[in-house]
């Protein structure tokens, strides 16, 4: 199982409050069979033009490539309760939220995709996204034991609800090696039994 203490990295803000999951992927992008690719599609409508042109988008900008945490606002993910939504910020690159709230449902569906979503005050949640665009190679570190984000010389307090973060610390949100562990641990259990039939 892979455990997740800590996650580090460049960020990529996104701002405004109440960012449902239409537009984390529009609904016409969700007909694949699989996840795979889903990157692409995120935030579409909000990056890309009627034409396909980009727009001024921070994911469309250089100065973010490479970032694998996202900086948001207040009820982040809400909405539809669609699992393509965190499935397509993985894809492109996400792998932790960091907000002043996200929308529960969206919030779980990160936590079982090892994603956490790290909730900070409006005041920190927007002092970040400003670290971030005055220096977007600035390197921000989530620590879930200690619970606490730093960028540079800036460091908060963080939370998140405990089930999460405990999932994290301890490797159980990843589902398909705890079932493969079940399933070993199951053979072994049934390779001791003797059965035996009148």
């Known amino acids: 199982m892979k455990k997740i203490t800590s996650i580090s990295g460049k960020a990529l803000p996104i701002q405004g409050n ?16 699989t996840f795979s690719g889903l990157g692409a599609y995120a935030f579409y409508d909000e990056r890309y033009d009627e034409e396909g042109k980009p727009k001024d988008h921070p994911m469309n900008s250089p100065h973010y490539t490479g970032a ?3 900086v948001v606002n207040k009820n982040f993910g809400c909405g539809s309760s669609r699992e393509h939504a965190p499935q397509a910020l993985r894809d492109f690159g996400i792998g932790a939220l960091v907000g002043e709230s996200f929308a529960e449902i969206f919030a779980g569906n990160c936590s079982a995709l090892g994603m956490p979503t790290v ?16 220096d977007p ?22 939370s998140m609800p ?23 641990e199951i053979e072994k259990v049934e390779g001791s039994l003797h059965y035996s039939f009148t």
Do not use: C, F, H
């Not at 909730?119 to 971030?132: G, P």
């Not at 405990?162 to 949100?173: F, I, Q, V």
């Open 18 to 33: 109440d960012i449902d999951t239409d537009r984390v992927i529009p609904a016409r992008y969700m007909k694949s069979v």
């Open 68 to 70: 694998s945490i996202m």
């Open 119 to 134: 909730t900070v005050s409006e005041e920190a949640a927007l002092q970040l996204q400003k670290l971030v665009a005055a």
């Open 137 to 158: 190679g600035i390197e921000i570190q989530i620590d879930l034991e200690n619970m606490t984000i730093s960028a540079g010389d800036y460091q908060i307090e963080a």
């Open 162 to 184: 405990e089930t999460y973060r405990r999932a994290m610390l301890d490797g159980s949100w990843d589902s398909t090696s705890l079932l493969l562990q079940a399933k070993d």
